[in-house]
């Protein structure tokens, strides 16, 4: 994989501390970048999931088939209505299955 070369000032001490841990220092700089953009797109997911737009909900309650129907030809087939699980949108108990008999409260994980 090709390689840009950047320039970052980090605080002496980080440095030090880097350098005693690391034999490879861009390694471990790409390593930790990595992790923390696969940190924060999890983190948008589960935000986006927890609050989902309006146009989601909307596809939700009108069920799948009825929405994959009004899509182009040209997408048809990319969408089968048979696949999946039915889901519905609670503001209480957020994304669950369209057959679950009622909403349940739920619980957050403090970070």
Do not use: C, Q
Request: cysteine-free; proline content about 6%; hydrophobic content about 35%.
């Amino acid at each position: 994989m090709p390689s840009d070369r950047i320039t970052v000032t980090l605080p002496r001490e980080l440095v030090l501390e880097l350098a005693r841990v690391a034999e490879n220092r861009s390694r471990f700089v790409a390593e930790a970048i990595r992790r923390e953009l696969g940190r924060r797109r999890h983190e948008a997911l589960k935000a986006s999931l927890e609050n989902p737009h309006p146009e989601t909900v909307e596809m939700a309650e009108a069920g799948f088939a009825e929405w994959a129907a009004g899509a182009s030809e040209a997408d048809a087939d990319l969408l089968d209505p048979r696949g999946g699980t039915a889901v519905r949108w609670s503001p209480e108990g957020g994304w669950m299955r369209k057959d679950e008999p009622r909403a349940r409260k739920r619980r957050t994980r403090r970070s």
